[in-house]
């Protein structure tokens, strides 16, 4: 029986890190951690709670289950099951997660050099995902390619980023912001759906089980430990992450107090700190990151949909890398203006169908809990979609005055309240069966 040496392992978790570390993870912690100011550490935790927590347990129910988002799913049933895990790879691949890898690389780490204008995009985006697709054409290379050689140069880089923003910070802690006096650690809790990990870690969890089987690893047991392992490393290395460009955040109001995103933070801080050097230095960490954040998501919907359609994984790659090349061309507020609504849409139902998966114990009959539980979820999400699109007009009234509402969390309290009532129900079925038979 084959086992992973102490240093593949080490390599496997290499590439889950990677895998997650996109720009997202780099620009929002700043910004956040600039908001909070004083109210730094707590806002922090809230963030590490779904920037990092909700992941690892997505990476731990999809390891638990065989490594396959079909596994998780199967309680739905087979349609309702398909049509969610396509909608969420959907989500995550070609039509927004992955060609933001390459525009939002774009914009931070070229544009300053090259001018945003057309031509460089698409030049820089064509390469992008050139590169993209040699990697991704040969997923059983991706603990070597990644893990071992990408990861390395990508972990120095932001040392040296984190390691400044510990030791030469830019000034001390600022204010804190209208938007964190009241609950700084919900606020940081919301603002970690930003990283949009946990839908990620739906996709990634595919990938780190298939880089763990052509390793030689045949046993589900050690398949399930090991990709474990492999989300705990990852779990480390993004809070060692966090926390650092939090401190960088709030420790910059005083040379990019106007900033209006975390990009403009981190840029200000670079140029401050180490010049035109600087710039470099953040070119290559968001280039890097982007890269393996792009092989990850578009190996997973190799993956997936080569399995679910008649078509070969290749051929799934490679359409998707060119669609995911066009998508981008398109401009990131464009981009960025049309993907949200839909994440926010499908937020909630990652996290119940995680939540469900993990209790997966308590319940008799799952069908019985899964389907009325996230057909609740699925109409609260989409109600949040309309709204964070802005079409308030086609949201009843009743939804805007539910408890965390305005937070977007709309749809926590009926969605633990039908928890509770289809448990019960489950029970009282199951009992009603047992003493029957």
Known sequence: MTRLKGLDLLALGFMTFALFLGAGNIIFPPSAGMAAGESIWSAAMGFL???????????????????????????LGRGAGTLLAVAVYLAIGPLFATPRTAVVSFEMGVAPFTGNSAIPLFVYTALFFAATLFLVLNPGQLVDRVGKFITPVLLAALLVLGGAALFAPAGEIGTTAESYHNGPLLKGFLEGYLTMDTLGALV???????????????????????????????????????????????????????????????????????????SLLLAVVITLACLTTAVGLTTACGEYFSGLLPVSYQMVVVVFTLFSLLVSNQGLTQLISVSVPVLVGLYPLAIMLVALSLLDRCWVSPSRVFVPVMAVTLVFGVADGLSAAGFTNLVPDMFTM??????????????LVTLAIAFVIDRLLGTARTAQR
């Open 402 to 415: 539910l408890p965390l509402a305005e937070q977007s969390m709309g749809w926590l309290v009926p969605v």
């Open 49 to 75: 709670l779904t920037g990092v927590g909700l992941p690892l347990l997505t990476v731990i129910a999809l390891a638990r289950v065989g490594g396959g988002m079909d596994r998780l799913t199967a309680p």
């Open 204 to 278: 990634f969890g595919i990938v780190i089980a298939t880089a763990i089987r052509d390793r030689g690893v045949t046993d589900p047991a050690l398949v399930t430990r090991y990709s474990v392992i492999a989300g705990a490393i990852a779990a480390v290395g993004l809070s060692l992450v966090y926390l650092a460009l939090f401190y960088l955040g709030a420790t910059s109001q005083g040379i990019a107090g106007d900033a209006q995103n975390g990009v403009q933070i981190l840029t200000s801080y670079v140029q401050h700190t180490f010049g035109t050097t600087g």
